[in-house]
């Protein structure tokens, strides 16, 4: 008598892993390029003034009069350039990137991000995620993410933060990962 062959589910079907982007976009390369430039030039018209000499060809710093001019242009300069240090670290760390996974197999989550010193990674049980849920809120600030509801905790964010993402695009995303689950989807 043959012996019955047992049936494995193909692995692929027991892990969902979605990538969550950080800070390493467009938008904040150009805003860190913009804040460089801006605080670059402040801070040569600034000593442009006190040297008396123009180290920038476009403007006429030496012009300025040192106190107060030159010194308030170099104060604005100074605080541009230590944002833009800050923002270029921001950048080259990629602040909030990782992935969510979700492992059938194991039966757990881990939602892992890069933090500003070292990674941060969570671990829930399957068992414990009672719903996706949907957060959309329009306005002056408006807010689209997708999360975890944990029995016994708060919220738990997927999604990236800054820009919002298209509403189909993370109805979508949170319908695909609701029905992996076996959750319900809220929000919606």
Known sequence: ?????????????LILEQRVTGSRRLSNLLAALAVSIGG???FLASLSSKLGHDLLPILHGSQLVWIPQGIVMGLYGLAALLLATYLWVVIAV???SGTNCFNKSKGIAIISRNG???PIEVEVPLRDIQAVKLEIRDGISPLRRLSLRIQGRSNLPLTRVGEPQPLSELELSGAKLARFLGVPLEGL
């Open 40 to 42: 670059t030039g402040f």
């Open 94 to 96: 990629d602040l909030g």
């Open 116 to 118: 500003l010193r070292r």
């Open 1 to 13: 008598m043959p012996i019955p062959s047992q049936t494995t589910a193909d692995p692929v079907d």
